[in-house]
């Protein structure tokens, strides 16, 4: 003899993600909501890295006009610093980081300034544009700076005649000062400025609580308070003294009334008649 098998549950008439009908599609012209969100946000970052990267222009201009520049001499046989202890070429890399961090400080506050909402994808086009930026402003500063061809130009300058040496890059970290200085400053923007969503658990309020205030804590607006207990719920006896509860016998007001009846069976002694 074999067990009765017992029968599948019976499935729930509610389904979240109910299963489209068969040839349905979405209208001409029409996206889903979520994949037009993308597309818009990803088109602004877009256009946010193009603005950034094209700010470079003005960087490697200025890293040009304001990095020092490094003395050489030529005696015709060879080519020569001039100064041999001289900190130029560490004075060219650290103008061109400072100059960087500037940019990107100005670029996170006016790309926060337009955009307050913020988001993934402008944070990341905002980093891209700053990298951009940076490598343009790099290859703009090389390429109207003094030419590479040192030995040329010292053919040119003559010899013991001073000349001024390639403007170069030699620290490549300092390509990223732009990318992280705009990162960390639209952050602190967006964590001191940007308003916070609400927070949806706090928010939740109990049905009972509508007569004593949203913010009544739990036990008070006729709630029940914790380790009393509930009149009329089953198990509890009523509480003497609480409203809706049975007075005992022997209080009240007319305690002293119904003990005298009690006590007399022909019941209390009316007015008599005049004799």
Do not use: C
């Not at 599948?8 to 001409?28: E, K, Q, R």
């Not at 944070?123 to 790099?138: D, I, M, Q, S, Y």
């Not at 001024?164 to 964590?191: F, Q, R, S, Y």
């Amino acid at each position: 003899m074999t067990a009765p098998l017992t029968p599948p549950d019976p499935p729930t008439p509610y389904d979240p993600w109910p299963t489209p009908p068969a040839g349905s599609h979405l209208a001409p012209g029409q996206s889903p909501p979520v994949r037009a969100e993308a597309r818009a946000a990803v088109g602004r970052a877009a256009v946010v890295a193009v603005l950034v990267a094209v700010a470079g222009v003005a960087l490697g201009l200025l890293w040009l006009w304001l990095s020092p520049r490094i003395p050489l001499i030529s005696d015709d046989t060879a080519v020569y610093l001039k100064d041999s202890e001289g900190e130029e070429a560490v004075g060219a890399d650290g103008t061109f980081a400072l100059l960087a961090a500037g940019f990107g400080v100005v670029s996170a506050v006016v790309v926060y300034l337009l955009r307050r909402t913020g988001g993934i994808p402008t944070v990341v086009g905002l980093a891209l544009g700053g990298l951009l930026g940076a490598l343009l402003a790099w290859w703009l500063g090389t390429s109207l700076g003094p030419t590479s061809d040192v030995v040329a130009h010292a053919k040119e300058a003559g010899k013991g005649v001073t000349f001024d040496a390639p403007l170069e890059l030699n620290a490549k970290g300092a390509l990223l000062a732009w990318p992280v200085a705009a990162m960390v400053v639209h952050l602190i923007l967006t964590a001191a400025f940007t308003p916070r969503d609400p927070d949806p658990d706090l928010q939740w309020q109990h049905p009972g609580w509508a007569t004593g205030g949203a913010a009544a804590p739990y036990g008070t607006a006729g709630q029940p308070v914790q380790g009393q207990p509930v009149q009329g719920a089953p198990g509890t006896a009523a509480v003497p003294g609480t409203p809706g509860a049975p007075e005992p016998d022997g209080a009240g007001p007319d305690a002293g009334t119904r003990a005298r009846a009690q006590s007399d069976p022909k019941g209390p002694a009316g007015p008599q008649p005049p004799a």
